[in-house]
Structure formats: structure tokens, C-alpha cells
């Protein structure tokens, strides 16, 4: 029988479970989730907490280099181990000269101790050094403890070193903590109480026992007959030195050696030394309170040129943030950007970003005013005139009077078609110019299709319209060609509608460079008064004969509007040739596209 896709298990087989790799990788996404959550969670208490203000970081960032430095110092350094290292091999080179003059000085049979230091550095020099050169060997008797008690406390004394000496048995025979003077055993002297130390060590101590680093056995006293239990005691009687480092209950450092003291026929005694408690540390605590002071002072520099240069830096954007808010806020007054131009890092560029963007802001605030009176002046007017016929016109008892009347009304309303239909579309420039995207125009056919236009209109009032392209370059620019067309089309109708019967308009395109020139020349009176008031919104100075009301005065306020959102100048001068106006349209030429 075939098999079928969907085969299930045998009756009484253990059912399929989910593979131990399945499992791990559910268990690996929770745990990176719940990493993830408590990372966000900690970002969050940190921003509010710590990294609240741009001071508290700058300063808790470079305490926390300098935090890192110190305790990479004072963990990681290696003088201690060196310190270690160097204290064992003294107390051996100590112990192996102080095991030979007591070997030299219980062959002595007198009561004054006689040791020959060029004796003992000769036999030294020769390697092997046998307390039996002192004496005869056939004069053989344990350890004098009377006779070697004043040579161990003068040798022992000045190093501040515990010394040890044990039988063959492991039996203490001296022991140098309890001498006092030559020979005399008196009560055992107390140790001194130690004083409280630095909190910071005791601090430290805490934390690097928690650390992982050098694992000592616990130091212990044993008693007076127990000295074959010390490690190196043992292994001293065997003739061989050895020395161990240990921790007391305080986890204050001892360092232990045992030399052998030895005869011809073998050893008859071991020499202990150690150090006292805490000697090696009190040497380590000083070196890192020399460290803690160097970071103390490092750390109080550290916070003031850190508060010195969040000064610098957050003070300043301070002031930019509160002068943004004032600006937000203000009604009435003009508020002020703080100015620090004169820095040359990212907060004077802010600043200058800040002040530009707000005498921008205050500029537009101004125009959109200007504009809102001139509208309600212009539109006051044939409003008013308006008015006047509509509320005469019951009156007329004449039909030649209503008839006039009617023609005021509908020229009127017509003026406020033709108003309103250029205030919209100067308000709404700006957004349809920031709206769409800068496209490559060429401006020679762009003015040749004007030309085109304008030609058949401009006959009819039997003027000529003239292009004149001189260079055969192309006149490519980046922008919008239906408003760079609505320039053309306003500077060609406003010359034609100045030139007189048979006059000719010139329209000149001449590239550049970097620059594309359009000339638009009439013969026409020229421009009467200031030239720039020309370019003012609701402007009007029409020829002579031409009905009041037909140009709202919008169109070269506009024109210019258009050519200064394209990077661009328009200019009005009078014609020095001959009489007429000229017009002068200065563009970006744009860079020769290469081809892929």
C-alpha cells in the first residue's frame, strides 16, 4: 500500500517531541529578549537619572575613564607580586647567612659569639658552605639556645623579621618575638593595636575579594612542639629551603622561609623567618594611596574641565534653547537669538543658523503683514466703488445712466476676479515652489515658445516681438519651467503693452559661464520714477489711454517672487540708447550633465 503524505505515528509509539536545537533556540530568544528589555529599561533610568543634562554626562564620562584607568592600576599592577617575590628571595639570602653563623657560633665553647663575615662570604663564594669549616667536627652538640639567642636578636632585630628556630624534632627552641635582652626569655610582648585604616582601602579590600586574582593559604600558629605542621619546616629538615606565602584573619600578607641549619652529618635544626602582618600591605597601601591621591587630584581636574567645557558647550545651547522659547512664546516683542558668531565650533555655526533662521522668520512675519494690509487696501477699493454703483443704480432714472452704472459694476467685479485670482496665486507660490522638484529647463526654447505666444497677441496692437539667441550654447537651469515661463510671459506682456503702434520688443537669452541672462528691451516711455517701487505688490504705473483696473500690480512683484526662489536677480533700469525699459533676469546656469 502507497505511503501518504500524512503519516502518523504507530499505535503505542512514543509520540515525536520537539528537537533539543528547537528548545535552545526558544530559550536563546527569550533571554535575548529579556536582555533587550532590561538594556532599554536601564537606558531609560539613565537618561533620567545620570545622563539627564548634557553637563552631569560630559562630567560622569570622563570620571568613568578616568575611574577605569585607576582601577585597571591598582588591580592589575604587578609590584605587589614583585614585592612578593622580592621579600622571599631576601629572607632566604637572609636566612642562609644567619643558619651559618649559628651553626659557627654553637661550636663555640666561650661566652663571646665570634663570627668571621670574610670566613662566611668565602665560603659562600665557593657554593657550599658547611657550618663544620667553624669548629671541629668531632665536637658535635645541639643548639646553644643562651649562645645563639643575642646573635639571632641582633641579626633579626633591624630587619623586623620573626625568627624561628626548631629542633630536629620540630620543637621550638627560640623564637625571637619572645626575646628581650641577650639570653633572657621574658613574657611574650603584645602586638600592637592596628589602626583604623583609610575607608577606601578597606573599600578595596572588599571589592578585590570578591575579584578573582591570588588564592593564599590561611596563615595559623601552631604550638611550641607542632613545628613539623608548617609546610616549610618539614621540607627544611629535609634539607631542602623553601618558602610560602600566606594571609592572616585579617588577609594581611606573611612570608615564610625555612633554611636548613646544617652540620656534616645532616641538618640539626631549621631557621624560620617571617615577616610581620601586614608589612608587605602597609607597602601595597601605601603605593595605592599614592594612586588613589594622583587619581584624587586627576579626578578634581578631570571635573573641572569637564564643568569648564560643558560651560562651553551647554551654557551656550542653554541660552540658544531659551531664546528659541521666548521667540515661540513672544507676542508683543521681538526676541533676540544670542550671538556667537565669533566662535568658529559647532555652536557658533548654530548660532548663526539660529539667528539667520529667525530675522528669516521675522522677515516673513513682516511681509505676510505688509501683504495682508496691501490686500485689504487693494480690495477696499473696488469694494467701495462697488458699493457706490449698486447703491445708486435704484436711483437712475435714465436707462444711458443704469447702463453705466452696470458697465461700473461689472468692470468692478471683474477687477476683483482678476485681484483675488493673483493674491491667490502669490500667497500659494512659496509652497509650490518648495513642493516640487527642481527640473532642468532650457530657457532658449522656453523663451522661444513665449515669444511664439505673445507674437500673435502683440500684432494686434501692431508691435513686433523679436528673440535674439547669440550663443549657440545651451541655456540649461535647474527649476520649475511653468513659473520660469509665467516671467517670460509677464516681462513680454508688460513691455508690449508700453511699446507704442510699430515699436519692437526685444527678448535677449545670452548663457554664460555660471550665468543665464534674459534681456527684455521695449521702446516705450521708460520707467517713471524709482525703478525698484516697480517690483512692489499692487504698483501700478500704466501708459496713458489704458483703462484703470485691468493689472492688479501683482504681476513683476510675483515675477520677482519666482526669479529669487530659483537663486536668481531681476533688475529694472531705463534704456540709454533710446527710450523704453529694460529688464534684466540673471540665472544659475546648471553644471553639464554627464552622461552614464
Known sequence: MAATGDERPAEGAEPRRPGLLARLNQSAGRLGEAVLRWLKH???????????????????????GLAVLVVGILYLNQWRTGLIEARVQSLRVQGEIIAAAIAASATVDSDVITVNPDRLLELQGTGSISPLSFFDPELEFPINPERVAPLLGNLVTPTRTRARIYDQ??????DSANLYARGDVLRKIPKPATDDRFFLFEWWDALTGWLPGDDYPLYQEYGADEGTRYPEVAAALAGSATAIVRVDAQNQLVVSVAVPVQRVRGSVGV?????????????????RWGVLRIALAAATVTILLSLL?????????????????????????????????????????????LRSMTEALYARIEAIERFAADVAHELKNPLTSLRSAVETLPRAKRAEDRARLNAIIQHD?????????????????????????????????????MVSVQADVAAKRKVNVVLEQPDS??????????RLAQVINNLIDNAVSFSPENGTVRVRVAPADDRISIVVTDEGPGIRGETD???????????EGESFGDHSGLGLAISKQIIEAHGGTIRAENRT????????????????????
Open 413 to 449: 467685479v471683474r477687477r476683483l476676479d482678476r485681484l483675488i485670482s493673483d493674491i491667490s496665486n502669490a500667497s500659494r507660490l512659496d509652497a509650490e515652489l518648495a513642493r516640487q522638484s527642481a527640473e532642468r529647463v532650457d530657457i532658449g526654447k522656453l523663451a522661444e515658445a
Open 533 to 543: 517701487r516697480i517690483f512692489q505688490r499692487f504698483y501700478t504705473d500704466r501708459p
Open 42 to 64: 536601564a537606558q531609560r533610568v539613565l537618561a533620567r537619572t545620570i545622563f539627564s543634562t548634557l553637563t552631569s554626562r560630559i562630567v560622569v564620562l570622563n570620571l568613568a
Open 473 to 482: 550654447r545651451a541655456a540649461i537651469v535647474l527649476g520649475h519651467d511653468s
Open 169 to 174: 624534632q620540630g620543637l621550638l627552641i627560640l
Open 271 to 287: 631557621l624560620l623567618l617571617s615577616t610581620q602582618p601586614g608589612d608587605i600591605d602597609a607597602i601595597a597601601a601605601a603605593e
Open 309 to 353: 567645557l560643558a560651560g562651553t558647550i551647554a551654557g551656550p545651547l542653554r541660552r540658544l534653547a531659551g531664546a528659541a522659547e521666548t521667540v515661540q512664546s513672544a507676542i508683543t516683542s521681538r526676541a533676540e537669538i544670542p550671538d556667537f558668531s565669533n566662535r568658529t565650533d559647532e555652536v557658533g555655526h548654530l548660532s548663526k543658523a
Open 577 to 596: 540708447d533710446r527710450s523704453g525699459a529694460q529688464f534684466t533676469v540673471l540665472l544659475r546656469r546648471a553644471p553639464v550633465e554627464r552622461r552614464k
